[in-house]
């Protein structure tokens, strides 16, 4: 009997991915932030595009208080109300956004920033831990599938939010982005609650039939550890570092990928498409990537990401025409990459079973790393408003980041069993 109820649960095992891949497809837009950049600016912030930008660092950055607290809610009860209770946010956040006025400006850190953070948050972890118990088989390649579809998200609203910003905005900058927020929060709240719907999680120790856990390529934890038994561990401080200077470049690149095109010298036309090719980069390297953490292994993906990161960074600054298209799409593909792998590296070297609330933990670094990098970004695009190759000095930080996150994963080493003594 257990026998065929095991086969009946593997055959199910797919209605939970479907539903998070369309979940992770409305969290997309948080990638395309550089289509609002310069409207947000103009109208809200006096063209300043460091504290524009800032709404989008605080996104990513309260990214990591939604992902703790979504864990504890989804190990207390489960997965579908944390999925409710974070599409009902976000759609909240994003609808008053849309009504932010230049009076109070910083109520869009507020409710797009932060209140949308949590939101997130909460709903990208537990979606991720969720799908990653029903494949324990596959953990790489399924969690670059569900994170891949985060980062599909900016193809399918980049032109979405374009044609609503024109249509909505009438040649005002900021009106049609302010606007598109609250249409947007509308699709976020619809497409959660539905997909809440079919999402479940496995019977305890769910196992896939003729499948055990093994150690090829891959060190995975026989043990799950507590949150506080992790963060006992030297190897938490070293991947959250790690985390947080990996993901530097890319976010400095895709909160400003337009800005920076329109700099040199593209039409808005071409910088559209390219934020598009930004987005396209981004998912298929977290799916990628993630893939190949499965076959070579979590560390040896992460110092290949590491050295892509460093040396490309710094060739934005010399590119011209499309070519600084390609560029960043590299950036992307290998920021995507980080995406894709540190959850899953999390679940290896701590255990599955409370992955969701060590992974927003460790998240912090991410955080951390998008407030910097939009900051720095944002200060220096503000120097180089009339030449942009004044933005490289923050190219050659994000490079030094990468380079000493390679030296730490270098000596990286899984952490040790008695970690979990009291």
């Known amino acids: 009997m257990s026998e065929t109820i095991v086969m009946k649960k593997q055959q199910n095992r797919w209605i939970p991915v479907l539903a998070s891949i369309a979940i992770q497809l409305c969290l997309g837009t948080a990638y395309i932030w550089s289509v609002f950049q310069i409207g947000i600016a103009t109208h809200l912030f006096g063209g300043n595009n460091a504290s524009a930008s800032l709404t989008f660092s605080l996104l990513l ?9 979504g864990g504890l809610i989804q190990n207390k009860f489960s997965t579908r109300p944390v999925i409710i209770a974070g599409g009902i946010l976000i759609g909240i956040a994003f609808i008053l956004a ?20 949590i939101g997130m948050g909460s709903v990208y972890s537990t979606t991720i831990s969720c799908c990653q118990k029903w494949f324990p088989d596959k953990k790489g390649l399924i969690t670059g599938l569900i994170v891949s579809s985060l980062g599909f998200g900016g193809v399918v609203f980049t032109p979405i939010a374009e044609k609503l910003i024109k249509l909505l905005g009438q040649g005002t900058p900021g009106i049609g982005e302010l606007r598109t927020f609250g249409y947007l929060g509308i699709i976020f709240l619809v497409i959660c609650l539905i997909g809440a719907i079919f999402i479940q999680d496995p019977p305890t120790n769910f196992r896939p ?15 799950d550890f507590t949150p506080k038994q992790m963060l006992k561990t030297p190897q938490f401080y070293a991947v959250t570092i790690t ?10 690149i895709i909160g400003f990928a337009k800005p920076i095109a329109l700099a040199k010298g593209m039409s808005g036309e071409h910088a559209a498409i390219g934020v598009m090719l930004i987005a396209i980069c981004n998912s298929f390297g977290r799916l990628f990537w993630g893939w190949s953490s499965d076959k070579f292994g979590r560390k040896k993906v992460i110092l290949i990401l590491l050295i892509i990161t460093a040396s490309i960074i710094l060739l934005v600054n010399f590119a011209t025409g499309f070519v600084i298209f390609l560029l960043i799409a590299l950036i992307a593909f290998s920021y995507g990459g980080f995406l ?24 912090v670094g991410f955080g951390l790393g998008a407030i910097t990098a939009s900051y ?18 923050a190219f050659i930080i994000a490079s030094i980041a ?21």
Do not use: E
């Not at 070297?349 to 992955?355: E, I, P, S, T």
């Not at 000493?404 to 990286?412: A, D, E, P, Q, Y």
């Open 243 to 252: 985390f947080m200077f990996a993901c530097m470049a890319g976010l400095m």
């Open 376 to 393: 720095i970004a944002g200060y220096y695009k503000n120097l180089a408003i009339h030449d942009i190759s004044l933005m490289f000095p």
């Open 402 to 422: 990468a380079v000493i996150g390679l030296v730490i994963t270098i000596f990286l080493k899984p952490p040790k069993q008695t970690s979990l003594n009291p």
């Open 61 to 69: 950055g309260v990214l990591t208080i939604g992902s703790t607290l």
């Open 340 to 363: 894709g792998v540190f959850p899953v590296l999390t679940a290896d070297f701590w255990g599955a079973k409370n992955m969701s609330t060590n992974y927003g933990i460790i998240m």
């Open 98 to 117: 849309s009504r932010t006025t230049p009076v109070m400006p910083y109520t869009l850190w507020l409710t797009y920033g932060v209140l949308g953070g």
């Open 209 to 223: 039939a003729n499948w055990s856990p093994t150690t090829i390529k891959n060190v995975t934890s026989q043990h």
